[in-house]
C-alpha cells in the first residue's frame, strides 16, 4: 500500500480534522438573531469591553469557547494557524493585515482595524458582517459568548 492510499494514517488523520473544522465552523445562530439594515461590521455596541478584558473569569470562559475556533485559527503569537489567520494580538489590528494570509477580497479590501464592537459583529454572523468573507462559521450567537471570546483575544499577542 502506498502512502496516498485512501487507508493509509495521513489521510485518516486529514478526514478527521476536516470534520472536526466542518462540525466546530457550522454552528449556526440562534433564529431571530439577524440583523436588520446595514452592515452588521459598520454597528456598534455599548458594551464596554475594556472592563470585559479585565474579569479573569470572563477571559477563561472565552478560552473555553475558543477552543472551538482552534480547528482553524491559533491565538499564540507566530504560532501557524491550520486554516485561518493567527488571531493574536487580532483586538486593535488592522483588517485584514496577517502577512501571507490569503484573505477573502471582502476582508482584504475592508477598512479600519478590528475593534470590538467590529469582532463582535463578525463573531455574531460573519457573512452578515463582511459578505463574502471566506469564514465558513455560522457565529456565535450568545452574547456573552462573543463578549467572552474577544475579551479572551484582547489579551493574546502583541497588536
Not at 454552528?27 to 440583523?35: E, I, R, V
Not at 494580538?89 to 477573502?104: E, L, M, Q, T, W
Not at 456565535?140 to 483575544?153: E, H, T
Request: one cysteine or more; glycine letters at 12%.
Amino acid at each position: 500500500m502506498d502512502d496516498t492510499s485512501p487507508n493509509s494514517g495521513v489521510w485518516a488523520v486529514f478526514a478527521i480534522m476536516s470534520l472536526a473544522a466542518l462540525a466546530a465552523c457550522s454552528k449556526q445562530p440562534a433564529s431571530g438573531s439577524g440583523q436588520g439594515g446595514g452592515s452588521a461590521a459598520t454597528q456598534t455596541t455599548s458594551t464596554d469591553y475594556s472592563a470585559l478584558a479585565q474579569s479573569p473569569m470572563r477571559v477563561q470562559a472565552g478560552k473555553k469557547i475558543f477552543t472551538n475556533c482552534a480547528v482553524c485559527h491559533s491565538a499564540e503569537t507566530g504560532a501557524p494557524s491550520p486554516a485561518g489567520p493567527n488571531l493574536a494580538g487580532v483586538v486593535g489590528r488592522k483588517i485584514g493585515s496577517v502577512a501571507g494570509y490569503p484573505y477573502s477580497e471582502a476582508l482584504a479590501k475592508a477598512n479600519g482595524s478590528w475593534t470590538p464592537e467590529k469582532l463582535d459583529a463578525f463573531l455574531k454572523d460573519p457573512m452578515a458582517a463582511y459578505p463574502g468573507t471566506a469564514m465558513a462559521f455560522g457565529g456565535l450567537a450568545k452574547d456573552g459568548d462573543r463578549r467572552a471570546v474577544i475579551a479572551y483575544l484582547a489579551g493574546t499577542g502583541a497588536k
